[in-house]
């Protein structure tokens, strides 16, 4: 599996950015996909996921009533929708695919990761 994350830049506090995630190389629809990041000198963290059908989502509390996920299985693309943006949201943000029943939270029930995508909101 192949994971292309698109759509970082720089925005301002207030602002709204959308990031992308293409994926290949295997069935998309009983993926489960999930967006991490990591801020300098921080881990990973959980962002936000979704289930193969897109009819389950789970957020980060601290992203919840901000961000929104969803999937295109037709076009094989999970899209992370972001608004309100503040400057703590500043990360490398990662796509990632799992293929078990594990917690959607968890970094390590995550299979496949993206090569990541930056951006930075500024003040």
């Known amino acids: 599996v192949q994971l292309q994350a698109s759509g970082g830049g720089l925005v301002q506090a207030g602002g709204s950015l959308r990031l992308s995630c293409d994926a290949s190389g295997r069935t998309f629809n009983y993926y489960g996909m999930g967006w991490f990041r990591q801020a300098p000198g921080k881990e990973r963290e959980f962002v936000a996921a979704?289930?193969?059908?897109?009819?389950?989502?789970y957020y980060a509390d601290s992203v919840k009533g901000r961000f929104t996920i969803s999937r295109d299985n037709a076009k094989n693309t999970v899209y992370l929708q972001m608004n309100s943006l503040k400057p703590e949201d500043t990360a490398v943000y990662y796509c990632?695919?799992?293929?078990?029943?594990?917690?959607?939270?968890?970094?390590?029930?995550?299979?496949?990761w993206g090569q990541g995508t930056e951006f930075t909101v500024s003040s």
């Open positions: 979704i289930s193969w059908s897109g009819g389950s989502t």
């Open positions: 990632a695919v799992k293929f078990n029943a594990g917690s959607y939270y968890s970094i390590n029930r995550y299979d496949y």
